[in-house]
């Protein structure tokens, strides 16, 4: 089937649905956007810190991830020069250490023998690199080229651009089935409609699982992150700072923000000293800053897969059903919706993307 001749109903506006929707609009297909928020981004991707970067979060890490996080990052320029900037992704740089400086060489030198653009700083030169820091660390990695990005903005850009391209969007309705209709068309049941179309690309996020638990329940956990904001009476952090105390951001003027982890069903006593904490690390490792307060703590579900593993692509079950749910989303969101948007087209450039789709 051509593209311009295929219905597709993406459900979820997050990140991963609002790039689907834009990059299936963009290729000519005729979109339809759920969402049961009443506005983009309003589910996890609200509370994500924003990331898009060269470094991997996690040590035990290989050349390969390296090599997908830099496709992933390209994508990301790719589709911001695409809107003309409206993406909004900031070139801020990023530290990253850990309390052992043979940890941080040893991640180093498996970025550098990936070509990632990496420097490995001392102390001074870190000092130089972020001023605010109270006590630099002995050893970091500088990955210069890093981004920043509000993802709520830019979900909210991409389903603007989607509906620009003739995309339709229905917020505020909540989807409450997949199911397979005639010649195996696949059918979003919502708010009492019964709408069919020739693919239905789940980008429910961690829900995913419960819209897809009828016909094929996917391999993918709910795992709670903590954001906390702060406010901050001095701005003049630059880079991404992402130590073991603290991960933490400038988010605009006299704001912090901070991505914590959480126990598996934290309770308000856990977001309370989560939210302490977070303040007496960032007041320790920022000084120069000035006075800080709490501004909120809120907590997301990611919709989680093994890291750079993203479950994308069609059910066994029902092949007009996709499923477009990953960890990391945000970085990953761009890649996804192009690897889609190729597999739809019969395209072959995965290598590329960094990304492979599954079938489940
Ligand atoms: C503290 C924190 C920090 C993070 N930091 C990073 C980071 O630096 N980099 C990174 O890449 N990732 C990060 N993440 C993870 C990232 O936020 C997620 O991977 C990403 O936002 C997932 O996007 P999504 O579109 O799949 O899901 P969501 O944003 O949850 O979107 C799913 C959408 O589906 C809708 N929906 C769900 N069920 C239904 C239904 N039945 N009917 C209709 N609509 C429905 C929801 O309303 C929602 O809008 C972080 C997460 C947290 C919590």
Do not use: K
Not at 211 to 220: F, I, K, N, Q, V
Not at 283 to 305: E, W, Y
């Amino acid at each position: 089937m051509s593209l311009t001749t295929l219905r597709a109903t993406v459900v979820g506006a997050g990140i991963v649905g609002a790039a689907i929707a834009y990059r299936l609009s963009r290729a000519g297909c005729r979109v339809r956007l759920i969402d049961r928020a009443s506005a983009p981004g309003e589910g996890v991707t609200a509370h994500s810190f924003g990331w898009i970067g060269h470094t991997p979060f996690a040590l035990e890490t290989t050349r390969a991830t390296f090599r997908r996080r830099a496709a992933a990052l390209a994508q990301h320029r790719a589709l911001d020069r695409e809107l003309g900037g409206r993406l909004g992704l900031a070139p801020c740089g990023a530290l990253f250490w850990t309390r052992d400086p043979e940890r941080v060489e040893r991640l180093f030198r498996i970025g550098a023998a990936a070509d990632a653009p990496l420097r490995l700083l001392s102390a001074a030169e870190t000092a130089e690199r972020a001023p605010v820091l109270t006590e630099p660390p002995p050893l970091a990695i500088d990955a210069p080229e890093d981004c920043a990005l509000n993802p709520i903005g830019a979900a909210g850009a991409l389903v603007a651009a989607a509906c620009e391209l003739g995309a339709e969007t229905r917020f505020g309705c909540p989807v409450d089935a997949i199911e397979i209709g005639r010649a195996g068309a696949a059918v979003v049941r919502a708010g009492g409609a019964r709408i069919e179309s020739d693919l239905a690309v789940v980008a429910a996020g961690a829900d995913s699982a419960a819209l897809l638990g009828d016909l094929a329940p996917p391999p993918l956990t709910r795992s709670p992150s903590v954001l906390v904001r702060l406010d901050v009476a001095r701005d003049g952090l630059s880079p991404i700072l992402s130590g073991p105390e603290l991960e933490v951001r400038a988010a605009g003027p006299g704001a912090l923000i901070a991505a914590e982890s959480a126990p598996a069903a934290p309770t308000a006593a856990d977001l309370e000293r989560i939210g302490r904490e977070t303040l007496e690390a960032a007041r320790r490792l920022l000084a120069p800053l000035g006075p800080m307060a709490l501004q909120s703590v809120a907590v997301g579900a990611r919709p989680m897969t093994p890291p750079d593993a993203p479950l994308v692509g069609r059910l066994r079950a029902a092949p007009a059903v996709m499923i477009a749910a990953a960890h990391p989303g945000v970085i990953l969101a761009p890649s996804i919706a192009q690897a889609i948007a190729d597999e739809l087209a019969g395209r072959e450039n995965r290598e590329a993307l960094g990304l492979s789709l599954v079938r489940y």
